[in-house]
């Protein structure tokens, strides 16, 4: 894996020479470097009291991140084992659109629910489980979404 030698990786990239895992492993690295500098800047700017929410909330982050991209893999894997990241990286729009769309329908039944049974603690501004657990919800279900496209797609 080239993480410096762009030229290197450039070439490999026009002689077709990488494997469907190799550029699976540079689409995993870039994305565990993504969410890590977005999670950290998260933390650089933080202006309200830190909870263990938080902290759990960061790693479930990480982990559920880097098991879905895995889980899916494996999935396109087993069928042809073919274009991986292009069917990820498309998947992903329409996808991430129905997720913000049911999102929008959700999101207020929830604040609702929260506010009037739960007493608020969705709404305060500390981290609560009940948001760790929405986003668990809404990222596992995205990987759940994609994967079983990718099985459509790769099984023909």
């Not at 995993?28 to 938080?54: A, H, K, P, T, W």
């Not at 069928?79 to 913000?100: A, H, Q, W």
Request: with cysteine; charged share 15%; proline share 1%.
């Amino acid at each position: 894996m080239y993480l410096w030698n762009v030229k290197a990786l450039a070439h490999e990239l026009k002689e077709k020479t990488l494997s469907q895992q190799q550029k699976m492993k540079y689409f995993l690295v870039f994305i565990l470097l993504n969410v890590i500098m977005i999670e950290c800047s998260y933390y650089l700017g933080m202006s309200f009291n830190f909870n263990i929410y938080d902290l759990i909330g960061s790693l479930e982050t990480v982990v559920v991140n880097i098991a879905g991209i895995i889980f899916c893999y494996r999935a396109n894997r087993s069928g042809d084992n073919d274009d991986f990241i292009e069917r990820f990286i498309c998947l992903s729009l329409p996808i991430t659109i129905r997720l913000l769309f049911i999102s929008v329908i959700v999101l207020p039944i929830i604040l609702l629910i929260d506010t009037f049974v739960l007493r608020g603690w969705f709404l305060t501004e500390n981290t609560s489980i009940i948001d760790v657990l929405i986003y668990a919800i809404e990222v596992i279900g995205y990987y759940l979404w994609i994967r079983s496209y990718l099985i459509k797609i790769a099984n023909k």
